[in-house]
């Protein structure tokens, strides 16, 4: 008897940022194109075509080593607005199949079909709908992979790139998993694969053969989580609600930077980026993070959480201003701000006795807060660059770093 359709669904735009570019470009059809930095900026590859990647070219590599590997390369810059426009036509594809979306990127998100196929059919007649309405909607092309669980489901959109779809059911899990390589488990990185295959543990079959306390004992809690993989248990449910942990960018210099007045600015000139951000998103930070990395490549972080959620520039960059202080002094390569322990906007701050909100340096204040949106809709309506403070007119991406933003 065939096993029940799988219920949960991965899909993974191929090449998302490439694509969007190659599909806004057709001229570059067939050719390696990657988005990312320039090289004389010490940028980084963001994205890559498959064209590309046959070069050996992949994301995240330093784009002077991608050019140098494919002379050929076009390089583009990213465009995150226009990324994520065309996301929210993708997540909007989705939703009209299912409530139940959990987006990972701008370019992935788990689904769960239970409940939808009185509707739409099955979850594999679903998942191929959602495939030809995006490329309908979009002209991208997605991977997509069906399963009973999460990891599996992941796995098995990975599995066939690109324009990839691939259904997992419950009675072919092992004929699925046990040839693979043992590194395609979750959480299995370089050095775990290392100790396995120090085991004798090459394959994700030789690993779910071993029994289960020999490899919590070799390995701790996360043992169990592998083991549990390798037999394709994962409890984990689509979780709609989704809430991002941290939200943040960062900038490699084209050179050193040592003055700190220049680094002060360039924070400030963050803050407000990742201030915009949060507000966009809905959303509010307590724990604020400062990440520098000096010419030797020696990083360090500083943090500092305070008492009251913010997303106003002026208040992130307060704290930012003294975490940098507290750097030693020397010349930086990389900087950035980070924002964590998000809450949603809605959630009311808690009060002190009598009803009176406790007074700090970075509690907002109702009229900064209505300016903010007021600044907000101004930059929605007419572009980011509309207003900016008076210490940061004529500065943005004046430096020619590698800037992005990071969740």
């Given at each position: 008897m065939k096993a029940e359709s799988p219920e949960i669904l991965h899909v993974d735009m191929d090449a998302f940022y490439a694509s969007v570019e190659t599909r806004d470009r057709p001229e570059l059809a067939g050719k390696p194109v990657c988005v990312g930095g320039r090289a004389e900026g010490r940028g980084v590859i963001a994205a890559a075509s498959y064209a590309a990647r046959e070069f050996g070219v992949h994301s995240a590599m330093p784009t002077q080593r991608a050019q140098a590997l494919c002379p050929g390369l076009v390089l583009l810059p990213p465009d995150f607005e226009k990324y994520t426009e065309v996301s929210r036509k993708i997540m909007s594809i989705f939703r009209n199949y299912t409530p139940i979306v959990e987006p990972l990127s701008l370019d992935e998100a788990f689904l769960d079909t239970s409940g939808s196929e009185r509707l739409f059919g099955d979850s594999i007649e679903i998942a191929r709908s959602i495939k030809r309405d995006i490329l309908k909607e979009t002209g991208l092309i997605a991977s997509i992979g069906v399963a009973p669980s999460k990891f599996l489901a992941k796995l098995a959109s990975d599995l066939d790139k690109p324009d990839g779809f691939r259904v997992i059911r419950s009675d072919e899990i092992r004929d699925v998993l046990d040839p693979l390589s043992v590194s395609k488990i979750f959480g299995v990185g370089p050095r775990t694969a290392k100790r396995l295959e120090s085991l004798g543990v090459l394959t994700v079959g030789d690993l779910a053969s071993r029994r289960r306390d020999q490899v919590l004992r070799e390995f701790g809690a996360s043992g169990a989580w592998i083991h549990d993989l390798a037999h394709g248990i994962d409890p984990r449910r689509v979780s709609p609600r989704r809430v991002e942990k941290s939200h943040g960018m960062e900038r490699t210099f084209p050179e050193d930077i040592a003055d700190r007045e220049e680094l002060k600015?360039?924070?400030?000139?963050?803050?407000?980026?990742?201030?915009?951000?949060?507000?966009?998103?809905?959303?509010?930070?307590?724990?604020?993070?400062?990440?520098?990395?000096?010419?030797?490549?020696?990083?360090?972080?500083?943090?500092?959480?305070?008492?009251?959620?913010?997303?106003?520039?002026?208040?992130?960059?307060?704290?930012?201003?003294?975490?940098?202080?507290?750097?030693?002094?020397?010349?930086l390569r990389l900087l950035g701000i980070q924002v964590s322990n998000l809450e949603d906007v809605r959630t009311p701050v808690q009060t002190a006795l009598f009803g009176e909100v406790m007074a700090e340096a970075t509690q907002e204040s109702p009229r900064e807060q209505r300016a903010s949106s007021a600044l907000d809709q101004l930059r929605k309506k007419y572009g980011r660059g509309t207003v900016v403070p008076a210490s940061l007119l004529g500065r943005q991406g004046a430096r020619g770093g590698e800037a992005g933003p990071g969740t």
């Open positions: 600015l360039l924070l400030y000139e963050f803050c407000e980026e990742v201030s915009y951000d949060l507000r966009h998103r809905g959303l509010r930070g307590r724990t604020i993070t400062l990440k520098a990395r000096f010419s030797s490549f020696k990083t360090v972080t500083r943090s500092r959480t305070v008492d009251f959620p913010v997303n106003l520039g002026k208040r992130i960059y307060a704290v930012a201003r003294d975490l940098l202080a507290k750097v030693p002094e020397g010349p």
